[in-house]
């Protein structure tokens, strides 16, 4: 009790900055790829130079439009299903999308990468608990996120979403690993490289959804 008590003490006095130090691990995710695919290879390019490993929500319209850079993103990093339009499945009939929008995403990201996982997240974050258990039957790990700075608007800044990181990712690292969700706008580029730098300086180890997931 009195190990308890010293422990809880210690976390409620820390500042922001020092629950941020605390930190040991993040997961970082990319949706939509690669709808921008020239941020699609910067983004490419900072994760390599900081030698890290993520997981990009795939769109598989925009992976049978840019062959080159789908096949990059199999090559250096983990591929998941964020369907083939984009469609909002939680306002549609499952049962008359799955084939179109989901399974023929994932033969497209199996013939890219075919030992990876089947991880699925909905657009716009959006399914019902029936879509769940019928995507998880099939073989599916439905993924959300826990912070996201909404960059996918292009009013927000590169400071935008640094500042944003620095107010809320302390909250998250208080009880879990967070998932981080980026897209790929053009403040995404050099905010990734400004808090992939900020982790290394800091010793948080950024993991995969394997790495998570296998635990």
Request: glycine share 2%; net charge negative; hydrophobic share 40%.
């Amino acid at each position: 009790m009195k190990y308890f008590l010293f422990v809880f003490f210690i976390l409620i006095s820390c500042s922001k900055d020092e629950y941020y130090s605390l930190a040991k691990e993040v997961i970082i995710t990319i949706d939509d790829a690669p709808n921008f695919p020239e941020n699609t290879s910067k983004i490419l390019d900072v994760l390599k130079k900081h030698k890290v490993k993520a997981t990009f929500f795939c769109i598989g319209h925009f992976l049978e439009i840019y062959p080159d850079i789908a096949s990059r993103i199999a090559t250096e990093q983990f591929m998941g299903n964020h369907t083939y339009t984009h469609i909002n499945i939680e306002n549609s009939n499952l049962n008359d999308v799955f084939k179109q929008e989901i399974l023929q995403t994932q033969h497209i990201i199996d013939s890219l990468q075919p030992l990876n996982k089947h991880y699925f997240r909905p657009p716009y974050g959006k399914l019902t608990t029936s879509q769940m258990l019928t995507l998880t039957s099939k073989g599916f790990e439905v993924v959300m996120w826990d912070l996201s700075a909404e960059e996918w608007d292009n009013n927000v800044s590169t400071q935008n979403v640094v500042d944003y990181f620095h107010e809320n990712l302390y909250l998250k690292f208080k009880t879990q690993i967070p998932i981080i969700l980026f897209h790929l706008n053009n403040s995404t580029v050099e905010a990734l490289d400004i808090l992939l730098t900020e982790f290394e300086k800091r010793n948080i180890r950024v993991i995969t959804l394997d790495d998570f997931k296998g635990r």
